[in-house]
């Protein structure tokens, strides 16, 4: 009986060399893949299905985990409003670990002998999909042509067309990656320090010129309605946000940052409905968080991030820090409002039961009602000891002030 290997497959030139040198060359049985986090509708997963069967796939599936991909990861992004180096909401990033994981899952499950994907030696994605295999299937022998053999476009199309499988294989000036996350964009400006995207490289382009009202209304920190009509599907939200924004060009912006392998890269993005939540959310917890849980969440919420850039998604400490930010997001519940406009948006403010502006001990550069002016002058000379008693010491000791 020949070996089983179950391939990462996407239907691209990389992928679709795999799926035949596999067979052709090493003589495996070859299971393709396709782990879909809601960055393919019906027919772009049916063309990548005949892609598959042409290329002598043995079977092929899709395996769905875009509700998982939200469940597990997208909604504690939310909750520590997660945007590496302040900019980028890690889209692909994210997205890359639970495509591995339901890979890896699917090997086991059929018991097979390998595990084979299409990324090359240069980029984050072989790291991404190699630990997680290592970890979840470590008897599983992985496998990676492309980054192994250093192969160029020509050869991989050359190889294809030898062995009598025709398809159009144009090299695009942009490589695209969606997902139900946001959508990054790579190629040309993007690989020089002085250059950003064109409008035309962008997937969405501008529709809406006039500014918008968008409301967002979230439940303990989930989005639980867009324009005050209850969504209860959170990718459905999701989606319905990106629809709305992505109209005017918001979310757009260049990540600049360090890879796993230890060089910077610079990655084109537009994520309009990320970007929309991650900024509503942290400004209706800026109203109903105390001090010390927004200081200790935005800690967290970078750790949380840059290990899940970093593919330690299976790290036990992020179960730990999950925790954390569900416990933090007991009061965040209301509405925040939001006008759009074509490249920007303004967050207008929140109406929440739990807004801590909204007090009866004072209001803010008015009047205070839950203090006496001694009382204040007190808190203040109190405040102030270990200052004074720095500078007595400093002024004894004939140093300047």
């Not at 190699?130 to 192994?148: G, K, S």
């Not at 060009?249 to 409905?273: C, L, N, P, Q, S």
């Not at 925040?336 to 303004?346: A, D, Q």
């Amino acid at each position: 009986m020949k070996k089983k290997v179950v391939l990462a497959f996407s239907g691209g030139l990389d992928t679709s060399f795999c799926a035949m040198y596999l067979s052709k060359d090493l003589g495996y049985d070859v299971y393709t893949a396709i782990a879909n986090t809601g960055g393919f509708d019906e027919e772009e997963l049916k063309t990548i299905e005949e892609k598959a069967y042409r290329l002598g796939a043995k079977e092929h599936v899709t395996l769905d985990v875009t509700q998982e991909y939200y469940d597990k990861s997208i909604k504690y992004m939310i909750y520590g409003n997660v945007l590496r180096n302040g900019t980028y909401p890690i889209s692909v990033s994210s997205e890359r670990i639970f495509q591995a994981i339901a890979i890896a899952n699917y090997a086991k499950e059929i018991n097979a002998d390998a595990i084979a994907h299409g990324s090359t030696g240069a980029g984050n994605d072989q790291i991404r999909f190699d630990l997680t295999f290592d970890v979840l299937a470590p008897n599983i022998e992985i496998i990676t042509p492309t980054r192994d053999m250093v192969l160029t476009r020509e050869y991989e199309i050359n190889y294809l067309k030898d062995h009598g499988y025709e398809a159009d294989f144009v090299k695009m000036e942009y490589s695209i990656n969606k997902g139900l996350w946001g959508t990054s964009i790579g190629g040309k400006e993007t690989l020089q320090s002085d250059q950003t995207l064109p409008e035309e490289a962008y997937p969405s382009q501008i529709t809406k010129k006039e500014p918008e009202e968008l409301t967002l209304t979230f439940t303990e920190g989930e989005i639980s309605a867009v324009n005050g009509k209850e969504i209860h599907d959170k990718v459905l939200a999701i989606n319905t946000i990106e629809k709305i924004a992505n109209q005017f060009g918001i979310g757009r912006d260049m990540h600049i940052g360090d890879t796993i392998i230890g060089i910077k890269g610079r990655v084109g993005f537009e994520a309009a409905a990320p970007i929309l939540i991650i900024n509503a959310h942290k400004m209706l917890e800026k109203h109903t968080l105390t001090k010390w849980q927004l200081y200790w969440k935005d800690q967290v919420g970078t750790w949380y991030g840059m290990f899940l850039h970093e593919a330690q998604y299976l790290e036990p400490v992020m179960r730990d820090i999950e925790a954390m930010l569900t416990s933090s997001q007991k009061n965040v519940n209301g509405t925040v409002k939001i006008i759009l406009r074509p490249y920007s948006f303004t967050l207008v403010g929140v109406d929440s039961k739990f807004d801590l502006v909204k007090t009866d001990f004072g209001e803010y550069g008015e009047v205070q009602k839950g203090w006496t002016a001694e009382d204040a002058k007190g808190f203040t000379k109190i405040l102030s000891t270990p200052l004074r008693v720095y500078y007595t010491n400093q002024k004894k000791n004939g140093k300047e002030i």
